[in-house]
């Protein structure tokens, strides 16, 4: 059974809309999640960590977190074509300090002009 | 965000011979750094943990004596797919992790085995 599910996509949105990704993971005892961004062909990207319930903003990205509900999200404000790309959505492994990430199979995103 | 090199970008090699390639972070020392295969259209596969100065740590079902690495400093991390044939052909993409536990990624190799 995954730890981290991700809709695969693809999720289309026009320029100028928010785009709005999810991500649930199965492990109770997770402190910190990450969202990567991957374009086709490249290695990921981190855009963003977030470690404690609520909202975490940089820019036009935001990351949600609400771990009663084992629910992670990252919004994306403004979308521009160049946002266009595979989301990725990690968190760490099982037990220990071993800094090995699970990550979800990811998102497809098109933004579309 | 820390920055982390990998050596070659890309390599096409005959089936048989070992490709070695390197992972560096540039501005930061990592303790650990992790080693990836991505093939198209899926998620990252990850294949084993790095430790400087001990012994690497594979996935259940990697076979560490194709895949050798090497963390000989806090810095350098090297993957060498030894007898390489053409199914090792992939996306092989490392990563460190800095002392906040995130990971940076190095841009990737892609390594086409004939």
């Known amino acids: 059974q995954k730890e981290v599910e991700q809709n695969s996509g693809p999720l289309s949105v026009p320029e100028g809309a928010i785009a709005s990704l999810n991500c649930t993971y199965s492990?109770?005892?997770?402190?910190?999640f990450f969202w990567y961004r991957q374009y086709s062909g490249k290695s990921p990207e981190l855009i963003m960590s977030?470690?404690?319930?609520g909202d975490k903003e940089d820019g036009r990205f935001t990351a949600q977190l609400n771990k009663a509900s084992q629910y992670v999200s990252l919004l994306i404000r403004d979308s521009q074509p160049s946002d266009s790309a595979t989301y990725l959505c990690?968190?760490?492994?099982?037990?220990?300090?071993?800094?090995?990430?699970?990550f979800g199979q990811g998102t497809t995103l098109q933004v579309k002009p | 965000g820390a920055v982390v090199s990998q050596h070659p970008s890309r390599v096409i090699c005959k089936s048989g011979t070992s490709v070695k390639i390197e992972c560096r972070s540039l501005?930061?020392?990592?303790?650990?750094m992790f080693w990836y295969r991505q093939f198209p259209k899926q998620s990252l596969m990850l294949m084993a943990t790095?430790?400087?100065?001990?012994?690497?740590?594979?996935e259940q079902g990697v076979e560490k004596d194709k895949f050798l690495i090497n963390h000989a400093s806090l810095t350098l991390s090297t993957l060498t797919v030894t007898s390489a044939h053409p199914e090792d052909s992939s996306f092989y993409i490392c990563?460190?992790?800095?002392?906040?536990?995130?990971?940076?990624f190095g841009p990737g190799t892609r390594l086409t085995v004939l």
């Open positions: 977030i470690y404690s319930n």
């Open positions: 501005d930061f020392q990592a303790t650990t």
């Open positions: 790095s430790n400087e100065g001990s012994k690497a740590t594979y």
């Open positions: 990690a968190a760490p492994h099982g037990s220990g300090n071993t800094g090995k990430l699970i």
């Open positions: 990563s460190a992790d800095d002392r906040y536990n995130e990971q940076f």
């Open positions: 492990d109770r005892v997770s402190q910190s």
